[in-house]
């Protein structure tokens, strides 16, 4: 199995620009000065991601009260995503990345064991940025269940 780019905690965190559920443009840049959690999840409406999307919806006021933002990103186009938003009421932003360019600049594209097999997808992935673009928690291969809970004990929030 052919290993992954994987980015560590002290890392500089990899720009980006990509358009959301509206089509708006987001930047990794929008975030400076402020703490963001960006996570990465293989497909909008799936039940794995429906769940981690709704935990961070459930605690996004907490996050937020402690200066983090939350951006969810996956290969869906913004239309999916903006269906996906609607339906689960989910309040922060997701981004489309159907080339699969940021994914993978993140480690979070690449080769993976599902059901006992290498395959090529998605790695749910989830890191901090501090205010100045640092990576500060980089987490692959997380479960989509019980993630926010361990990452606010991780975090101490």
Known sequence: ??????????DAAPPFTLPDAEGNSVSLSDFAGRKVIIY???????PGCTKQACDFRDNLGELTG?????VGISPDKPAKLAKFVENEGLNFPLLSDPD???LTAWGAFGEKMMYGKTVTGVIRSTF???EQGVIKAAMYNVRATGHVAKLRRDLKI
């Open 66 to 70: 402690e200066g983090i933002d939350v």
């Open 128 to 130: 901090l940025v501090d």
């Open 1 to 10: 199995m052919a290993a992954n780019h994987r980015l560590s905690v002290g």
């Open 40 to 46: 990465f999840y293989p497909a909008a409406s799936t």
């Open 100 to 102: 699969k360019e940021v």
